[in-house]
């Protein structure tokens, strides 16, 4: 699931540029159609504009993929990508088939002249982006030298990419065929038909398959010509139409629907970034019946709301083929064309799209709400946080963090005595093979503010805010992706997200972060907390369930489960408080994050909400720490 989320973040890059190329070649159409001059000089141009990105779509998957796939990408990894397409659709393009084969150009089977789709674009993506990852370290002997590292990438990328061509070379024709003669079979099953046609012309949109079915039912594959009939207005009136009508309640209406659903879903910190994402493609899908940017932007990061997605899609067109209502399009089922085509001849009632599309706008919304919020689904504005990037200036920041991951590896009894990893909002949490290899006090010197044993090979190293970049930096020295630096490297200071003078003793006073009872900190069923390893503060059990800024201040730091939140005072004090014991097992369940790290906030911002019963149901104590970080002799009162 998780190479189906990056894939779909991956995605978002060529998808952002898709709605406005959609609406401007939709206005081009649509001016050619109302001035019925297929010359007009506006419309040619705004056309042209549109069309050169929708008309080149799989190429930009191609780069975009290879870019946000890549684990840490530059522009090598969009060149890999970009090879990989050029050598893939050139060696497949009908003219080199035919040379290839010793044929006429019309002779060459009719599935490469479809070479040029998503599908591909997807495949070529990943192809560049796997080759950037593994070669682009690749030393080579002196004589070749000038082709190692990064300018080896390009060169496997073409290598590869030729065994993927001969794949395709014997597996397209195969699969376009299939598609071609399953097509075919729907026809005789009337709208039932209709509705499969419909379901799998979804289905295979993120393989850029549909083709395949379009050209059965819209062309004259099989006789039925649907698209070019009811344009010519020579078809048979209540019959021309039925595999198109279908489509406008659900590009106009449904998918709009659907667009809303995953705006009032999104995290509060992320709802205007979603909602240009999502409103561009809304618009795109209504106007112009160009539905990509909104069923990318979900079809990897949420699959079973596409699966929905194309289930109702076969059900409309299955209802319009059962009603006496027919419409058609030249470009797709979108509101211009709608309008263009109201008078054709062979439109039947086209009025009754509008009352259908109500209907899908209301159960789209419905759905996705639900099922977005009932399975936590990763739609726009719900993915996961990537781990945040160092901001220091003077680049050594991360070079720290590797001498304190180098210096735990050596006090944790090496690399080999670790056998799992993790890290919660403060502490490292392992289990470790051998537990007296496990040295207390070379953790300490090496900037671990405590270190704790609950039993068995469990081991957890308390650290601080920044306990992220160490654990990473612990990960890439294990794999040997990351050499450890040199011995006179000092380690990072285990510290939040400003470095501050040794405190002196004073009253930090707050306002109540949570609703209810106070409690000493040592009553805290964690000795991490209760022995103020962590730091001095209070404890709170919990009535409420939202927590509040305690101060005016910065955000130090989010969470990515949700159940802690750091906040940095103006006068450099640095808050944590931290929702239950252990909820980070939670992974995010009944947690929601308000605030994104480096927003500034005043006394009384909510910060996050929490589930009570969730926490308690799940065995989880729920009291609630707050704790000063960065001055071990603080007081805190509440006001």
């Not at 344009?231 to 009508?245: I, K, S």
């Not at 493609?281 to 979900?298: I, K, R």
């Not at 160092?390 to 690399?415: C, H, I, K, Q, V």
């Not at 920044?466 to 006179?488: C, L, R």
Request: a negative charge.
């Amino acid at each position: 699931m998780k190479f189906f989320q990056k894939l779909g973040r991956s995605i978002m890059l060529p998808v952002a540029v898709l709605p406005v190329a959609a609406i401007l070649s939709g206005l081009g159409y649509w001016i050619k159609g109302a001035t019925g001059d297929d010359d007009n000089v506006v419309a040619t141009f705004l056309g042209t504009a549109g069309g050169a990105l929708l008309d080149n779509m799989a190429l930009l998957f191609a780069i975009g993929i290879s870019i946000g796939m890549a684990k840490k990408s530059d522009g090598t990894s969009a060149l890999a990508g970009l090879v990989s397409w050029l050598t893939i659709t050139t060696l497949l393009d009908p003219a080199k088939v035919a040379a290839i084969q010793g044929v006429a150009v019309d002779d060459v089977d009719p599935a490469f002249s479809f070479i040029k789709n998503v599908f591909v674009g997807i495949i070529c993506g990943l192809i560049g982006a796997f080759c950037y990852d593994r070669f682009k370290d690749t030393k080579l002997p002196d004589a070749l030298s000038f082709f190692s590292g990064k300018r080896s990438v390009a060169i496997v990328t073409a290598g590869v990419s030729l065994v993927a061509a001969l794949v395709l070379y014997v597996a397209w024709p195969l699969v376009f065929g299939g598609l071609v003669a399953f097509g075919e079979w729907i026809v005789t099953l009337g709208p039932v038909g209709a509705g499969l046609y419909g379901f799998f012309n979804r289905l295979l949109i993120p393989l850029g398959l549909h083709h395949a079915l379009n050209s059965v039912f819209w062309f004259d594959v099989a006789g039925i010509n649907d698209l070019n009939n009811f344009l010519a207005g020579e078809g048979t009136y209540g019959v021309t139409g039925q595999y198109m009508t279908g489509f406008f309640p659900v590009m106009m209406f449904g998918l709009p629907g659907a667009a809303l659903a995953m705006y009032v879903t999104a995290k509060t910190t992320r709802k205007k970034v979603a909602a240009g994402l999502l409103l561009s493609g809304a618009v795109s899908s209504f106007f112009v019946g160009v539905t990509e940017p909104l069923e990318f932007a979900f079809m990897f990061l949420a699959p079973v709301l596409y699966v929905i997605h194309a289930v109702f899609m076969g059900i409309s067109l299955a209802i319009s083929a059962l009603l006496p209502v027919r419409m058609g399009f030249g470009f797709s089922g979108g509101f211009i064309d709608l309008v263009l085509q109201w008078m054709n001849p062979m439109a039947e009632n086209p009025w009754i799209i509008l009352v259908m599309g109500v209907f899908w706008f209301v159960v789209y919304f419905l759905v996705f709400r639900f099922v977005i919020l009932r399975f936590k689904l990763k739609t726009p504005g719900r993915e996961d946080d990537e781990p945040a990037e160092s901001t220091a200036s003077d680049g050594s920041t991360d070079e720290r963090y590797r001498a304190t991951a180098a210096r735990f590896l050596d006090a944790l009894g090496g690399p080999d005595n670790i056998v799992e990893l993790e890290n919660c909002a403060t502490r490292l949490r392992m289990e470790v093979a051998d537990v007296s290899k496990v040295d207390d006090a070379a953790l300490k010197r090496a900037g671990a503010a405590g270190t704790m044993k609950p039993g068995g090979t469990s081991v957890q190293v308390v650290y601080g805010l920044n306990v992220q970049f160490v654990k990473d930096a612990m990960e890439g020295i294990m794999s040997g992706d990351v050499s450890a630096p040199s011995a006179s490297t000092p380690p990072a200071a285990p510290s939040g997200t400003t470095l501050t003078a040794p405190a002196t003793s004073t009253t930090v006073r707050l306002r109540q972060p949570v609703d209810g009872t106070i409690a000493p900190l040592s009553s805290v069923p964690d000795p991490t907390f209760a022995d103020g390893i962590m730091g001095p503060g209070l404890a709170i059990e919990p009535t409420g369930d939202t927590v509040i800024a305690p101060a005016d201040g910065t955000i130090g730091h989010v969470f990515d489960t949700g159940h802690a939140v750091a906040v940095v005072l103006d006068d450099g004090t640095e808050i944590l408080v931290h929702v239950g014991i252990d909820t980070v097992h939670m992974k995010g369940d009944g947690f929601t994050t308000l605030v994104e790290t480096g927003q500034r906030v005043v006394a009384g911002t909510p910060l996050l909400r929490f589930d009570l019963d969730k926490i308690r149901a799940a065995g989880h104590a729920s009291v609630t720490p707050v704790i000063v970080l960065n001055n071990e002799h603080a007081t805190i009162e509440f006001d």
